[in-house]
Structure formats: structure tokens, C-alpha cells
């Protein structure tokens, strides 16, 4: 088995405050009030990540004691968009640092058959070509339910994408990464793989169930 390389566009986000509440979080008794708290801070660390390279631009401003120059954002507006459900897990989060954005819906099921994504629900804002978009979703797994959400997405005219997420496989990344090479990844760790059943390992369980208080 070759080994895997993280490609250049997949952020990992490493820092102590991550890591720690990572572990939190992946701990099967960690309670489902505490998972969402945890959710919802990690959520707030990796906007502050797949935010990094929004433009600025500068305005004059008068602090108390005299003008200058400050800056402000510029440019495009953000939206997010939520793959149903647990994406809806993570945007909170997102909102609270970016509470103007524009919020998109895409819901996914898996056909039983084929077992690739079908779209049952996809509600999105008319105007992506102006914004960059950041779609979310806890688990990047098999990568398939990602892939067809952006497809959507850049469908409906969006062309700056990201892709966040709080636990990636290697899997994912790879499908995720062939699939639309533009597209960045910010995440908070990738795991050795998945199990026969689509799970991450060693992962952190369903994060739908874990995140609703669902079974
Ligand atoms: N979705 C989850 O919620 N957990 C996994 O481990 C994989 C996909």
C-alpha cells in the first residue's frame, strides 16, 4: 500500500486548542451537549482558517484620538453551505464569526443500490457567482457526498470554493481532491481510514447521531 501524501491543498489545523478539543470530541463519553459545544468552538477555529485569504481593503476611520487608516473586508460576500444534516452541526459556529453570510442547503441521500449521493433538497442563494462559497460538513469519509455538493454548487455559479470539515480520511481527501483540484480543504485531522462500514477510523462515530443525540 503506497503511503498517503497530503496534498498541498488540504489545510490541517493543528494547534493545541484544536488537538485538545479533538480529543474531547472523538471520546465516546463525551455527553451529546458537550459534542455540540465542541463542535461549535472548532467550527469557530477552522472558519478563522478557511477565512484567511478573504480581501481587504482600507478605510479612513477616526479613532479617539486621531484619523487613520483601517481596514475592513472588501470585495465578495461568503456563504456557507450545510450538507444536511450535520453540516447544520458546524454552521453555527461559522455564523457566529461571520454572521452577514449568505446560507446554503444541500441534502444528500445515499442510494442504496448505487450507494453514490442523490440530491433530495438543494436550496441555494442566486447570487454565488458573487461569493466565495465554504461548504461544510463534519466527516469528509468516502468523499462522495462532498464531491456532489460542490458539483452543485459550482453548478449554480460559484467559483471560489472550500471545503471544511472537522475529520477527514485519507479516502476522502483523494476523492475530494481529484474531483475539484481548485478546491481548498480546511480540516481539523486525517485519520488512517475507513472501515468496512464507511466509518473514519479511528474517527468519532456517527457525528449526526453524535451531534443530534440520535442512534
Ligand atoms: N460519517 C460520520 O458521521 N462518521 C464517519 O465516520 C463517516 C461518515
Known sequence: ????????????????????????????????????????????????????????????????????????????????????????????????????ARVGHVGLFRDPQTLRPVEYYLKLPDDLVNRDCIVVDPMLATGHSAVAAIDSVKKAGAKNVVFVCLLAAPEGVECLTQAHP?????????????????YIRPGLGDAGDRLFGTK
Open 1 to 100: 500500500m503506497t503511503a498517503f501524501v497530503l496534498p498541498s491543498s488540504v489545510t490541517v489545523v493543528d494547534h493545541p486548542l484544536v488537538r485538545h478539543k479533538m480529543g474531547l470530541l472523538r471520546d465516546v463519553r463525551t455527553p451529546t451537549a458537550l459534542f455540540r459545544l465542541l463542535a461549535r468552538e472548532l467550527s469557530l477555529l477552522l472558519t478563522y482558517e478557511a477565512t484567511r485569504n478573504l480581501a481587504l481593503e482600507t478605510v479612513e476611520i477616526d479613532t479617539p484620538l486621531e484619523p487613520m487608516q483601517a481596514e475592513r473586508l472588501s470585495g465578495k460576500k461568503l456563504c456557507f453551505v450545510s450538507i444536511l444534516r450535520a453540516g447544520n452541526g458546524i454552521l453555527d459556529g461559522m455564523l457566529d464569526l461571520v454572521p452577514s
Open 182 to 198: 481548485d478546491v481548498k480543504v480546511v480540516t481539523c485531522a486525517v485519520d488512517r481510514g475507513l472501515d468496512d462500514h464507511g
